[in-house]
């Protein structure tokens, strides 16, 4: 009979959230399964998620999409500053998980949940954040983490499930992937080493097309409104973007990163509508933007990429980042035009309103016409007056 209590588990229908659904139900708990999607899930995929986590035992299951939510919390800002971790990674996996441990807290709140559980190990970045969401939003609802309490092996966990009459197919699969709106991640035995690339099988997109393709992307203020001149939520032509330039197996690379943890990660990404979204609209911004707005954003972006990957999404400073980013974006917005080739793509150039490139003030290097050539001197003269009086004093 179940007696502890209500506890609701973070549920991907993997081994470990299975292991952790079926143990915590035998242990009393009454469990309540719940999935966020944050892109990358069928139909077809939840319907078999949730058949599969009543096998495991529990009371209930439900399935939050979370697909917008995601976009207007959290990748609107990666875009806004142009975030790339390690001038590589678009966060894919980090910033989705924040937003799932969200949903998931809130949602085991509106039940009354005395307890939460996820299936995180000890030796990863997910358990950071979705202890750190959970403690901050719900510190009187106790956290759960069998697998890494136990520190349960692969083969302890499968032997336990086939005990109670869970006999699926948990074989391992060669490469590991977690596919969301803002990109893929791919693991496997390549990226446990510093020095091996990942097969091209590797990658869930494969080339499909070898003749190149131009593609107009429109920005509103530094978010993506249409794709070939078709409007649409900007999440929709994220992935409709994707779709586009996943065909021509551009986006793939592996990252290396320092985990929250304190070790070196290694781990390879397929990313196509993000890496161009985020390369589309950085040019859309030096064509619009000014030097120092531009240079305070590229600090400030690297700030809010860091804190978000190591779990401090609700800390305030957060929403003050995020604020000076969506205010910088006022002026960004026009086409951007690009070419997706095999592998790679082109950012071919923008039109814009708010083009600062104006020919009526001079040409670079070419012609000048809005100053004359002794004011000229003069600017050159006085702005190199403290290298003049240091060099003079010091030498």
Same mark, same amino acid.
């Given at each position: 009979m179940k007696n502890k209590g209500k506890?609701?588990?973070?549920? @991907?229908?993997?081994?470990?959230? @299975?292991?952790?659904?079926? @143990?915590?139900?035998?242990?009393? &708990?009454?469990?309540?399964?719940? @999935?966020?999607?944050? /892109? /990358?899930?069928?139909?077809e995929e939840i319907k078999t998620i949730e058949a599969n986590a009543y096998k495991m035992g529990v009371s209930t299951y439900k399935n939050i999409d979370a697909i917008s939510s995601y976009y207007q919390k959290v990748?609107?800002?990666?875009?806004?500053g142009n975030v790339l971790k390690n001038n590589t990674y678009p966060l894919s996996v980090s910033a989705e998980r924040i937003i799932?441990? !969200?949903?998931?807290?809130?949602?085991?709140?509106? !039940?009354?949940?005395?307890y939460i559980a996820h299936g995180s190990t000890g030796a990863g970045n997910d358990q950071v954040r979705f202890d750190m969401i959970f403690q901050t939003l719900a510190p009187h609802i106790q956290i759960i983490t069998p697998i890494r309490d136990g520190s349960l092996t692969r083969q302890q966990e499968i032997n336990y499930l086939k005990e109670n009459g869970i006999d699926m197919s948990w074989e391992k699969a060669k490469y590991s992937v977690n596919k969301g709106l803002w990109g893929t991640s791919v693991g496997g035995s390549e990226t446990l080493t510093s020095d091996k690339p990942l097969p091209d099988s590797a990658y869930p997109s494969q080339l499909k097309h070898?003749?190149?393709? +131009? $593609? +107009?992307?429109?920005?509103? *203020?530094?978010?993506? $409104?249409?794709? %070939?001149? !078709?409007?649409? %939520?900007?999440?929709? %032509?994220?992935?409709?973007? %994707?779709?586009?330039?996943s065909a021509y197996a551009i986006g793939r690379?592996?990252?290396?990163?320092?985990? !929250?943890?304190?070790?070196?990660?290694?781990?390879?990404?397929?990313?196509? /509508?993000?890496?161009?979204?985020? *390369?589309?609209?950085?040019?859309?911004? *030096?064509h619009t933007l000014t030097k120092w707005q531009l240079q305070h954003k590229e600090y400030l972006s690297s700030f809010y /990429?860091?804190?978000?990957?190591?779990?401090? &999404?609700?800390?305030p400073v957060m929403r003050d980042m995020e604020a000076f980013l969506q205010s910088s974006q006022d002026k960004v917005s026009g086409d951007v035009f690009v070419t997706l080739k095999p592998y790679h793509f082109n950012l071919d150039g923008i039109s814009s309103k708010h083009d600062l490139m104006q020919a009526k003030f001079g040409s670079y290097g070419e012609e000048n016409k809005g100053w004359t050539a002794e004011e000229a001197k003069g600017f050159i003269k006085i702005v190199g007056?403290?290298? *003049?009086?240091y060099q003079q004093v010091n030498s």
């Open positions: 506890l609701v588990i973070a549920y @991907s229908g993997g081994l470990d959230t @299975s292991y952790c659904a079926v @143990s915590l139900s035998n242990a009393g &708990y009454d469990v309540h399964a719940v @999935s966020v999607n944050t /892109g /990358g899930f069928t139909v990748i609107k800002y990666l875009i806004f799932q441990a !969200i949903e998931i807290i809130e949602y085991a709140k509106s !039940i009354d949940a005395e070898a003749k190149e393709e +131009k $593609v +107009k992307l429109t920005f509103l *203020k530094g978010e993506l $409104v249409a794709v %070939n001149g !078709i409007e649409n %939520n900007p999440e929709v %032509n994220i992935e409709v973007l %994707n779709n586009l330039a690379d592996i990252h290396v990163g320092d985990t !929250i943890v304190g070790i070196k990660g290694r781990v390879g990404f397929e990313a196509a /509508g993000a890496l161009v979204t985020l *390369k589309a609209h950085h040019l859309l911004e *030096k /990429g860091m804190h978000l990957h190591e779990g401090q &999404y609700l800390d007056n403290q290298n *003049k009086i």
